[in-house]
Nanobody, 115 residues
Framework: QVQLVESGGGLVQAGGSLRLSCAAS????????MGWHRQTPGKQRELVAR???????DYADSVKGRFTISRDLAKNTVYLQMNSLKPEDTGVYYC?????????WGKGTQVTVSS
């Protein structure tokens, strides 16, 4: 049973920074992709950033230049460094791993940016 455990969310003022982490445990499968999605109030869940193994790194246009995704494969962990946060970044951030073609989701961590 694969479990994804997120950490690092919280409350921050606009212009501040947060770092999210997501570690996968119980996986013996190959990692096809690791990434972060978010659900903001009134909107559908959207891709924030993603690393595809052997492929490109993708960012949503709204976070380019402010957010950086990175990973530590030895630890099965993906990170999201979020700088220059804006109130519109407020939402629940979900970690997503694609393991041998199967998408796995974390339970989400709340990020709140105050103006």
């Amino acid at each position: 049973q694969v479990q994804l455990v997120e950490s690092g969310g919280g409350l921050v003022q606009a212009g501040g920074s947060l770092r999210l982490s997501c570690a996968a445990s119980g996986s013996r499968f190959g990692i096809n992709a690791m990434g972060w999605h978010r659900q903001t109030p009134g909107k559908q869940r959207e891709l924030v950033a993603r690393i595809i193994t052997g492929g490109p790194t993708d960012y949503a246009d709204s976070v380019k230049g402010r957010f950086t995704i990175s990973r530590d494969l030895a630890k099965n962990t993906v990170y999201l460094q979020m700088n220059s946060l804006k109130p519109e970044d407020t939402g629940v951030y979900y970690c997503n791993f694609v393991l041998s073609g199967i998408s796995q989701w974390g339970k989400g961590t709340q990020v709140t940016v105050s103006s």
